[in-house]
């Protein structure tokens, strides 16, 4: 079946604009997470959604960022008024339900530049 | 909080030789499990090989197998007969059995090199 998928594959962006990237879980997955990437360095988790629950948002870095998921499907990441520092690959997985021992399953990401 | 950390930034390794990427973490939970992630060029993350904190037996999956220390909060992963293909980023991530949303914590990568 189809793995999990996002974009755009990557997008450049202007300092100060607003940039929305979009996740796509695999059919049926219920949990949902958003890790970043900055250049050289491994992934630092975002937020979390679990079906209906109110989403984790502990690790998003700043009020600048935000997430929804609707329909328990498809999931936005919004980050607005960019910054050089928001430049990394931003990272999506799902995994069938919560479980510490289930994999999670990762898109290919996006990676956002900033100007 | 859980850190994880990977002392070895780039590794290189001769085809068909073994090759073992470091890994350490620090937790005060008992409860956990690890896992080593493959990053190829393509960016998608790939699952290697998996870990349960309550299990004494290393894991293996075919050339790929784990040396984990408990006490010592190490967790190596040793390739065998490494080949072309498995030059990529490797990231070690630790994962709660406590924590609701079970998020995974990872390490900075290790860039692994095989030459032929």
């Known amino acids: 079946g189809a793995g999990v998928s996002q974009s755009p594959s990557n997008k450049v962006t202007e300092k100060g604009k607003d940039v929305e990237l979009r996740c796509d879980p695999i059919?049926?997955?219920?949990?949902l997470y958003w890790y970043r990437q900055s250049l050289g360095q491994g992934l630092e988790f975002l937020i979390y959604?679990?079906?209906?629950?109110?989403?984790?948002k502990s690790g998003l870095p700043s009020d600048r960022f935000s997430a929804e998921r609707t329909g328990g499907s498809v999931s936005t990441l919004t980050i607005q008024r960019t910054q050089q520092e928001d430049s990394a690959v931003y990272l999506c997985?799902?995994?069938?339900?919560?479980?510490?021992?289930?994999?999670?399953?990762f898109g290919p990401g996006t990676r956002l530049t900033v100007l | 909080a859980q850190t994880v950390t990977q002392s070895q930034p780039e590794m290189s390794v001769q085809e068909a030789e073994t090759v073992t990427l470091s890994c350490t973490y620090d937790?005060?939970?008992?409860?956990?499990?690890l896992f080593w992630y493959k990053q190829p060029p393509s960016r998608q993350m790939i699952l290697v090989i998996r870990?349960?904190?309550?299990?004494?037996q290393n894991a293996t999956e075919n050339r790929f197998s784990v040396n984990f220390q408990k006490a010592a909060k190490s967790f190596s992963l040793k390739i065998s007969d490494s080949q072309l293909g498995d030059a990529a980023m490797y990231f070690c991530?630790?994962?709660?059995?406590?924590?609701?949303?079970?998020?995974?914590?990872f390490g900075g990568g290790t860039r692994l090199m095989v030459k032929p």
């Open positions: 959604f679990q079906g209906n629950s109110a989403p984790d």
């Open positions: 870990q349960e904190a309550y299990k004494q």
């Open positions: 059919s049926g997955h219920t949990a």
């Open positions: 991530a630790y994962r709660s059995a406590n924590n609701a949303g079970n998020m995974l914590t």
């Open positions: 997985a799902s995994t069938p339900y919560v479980s510490s021992y289930n994999e999670q399953f």
């Open positions: 937790t005060s939970e008992s409860d956990y499990y």
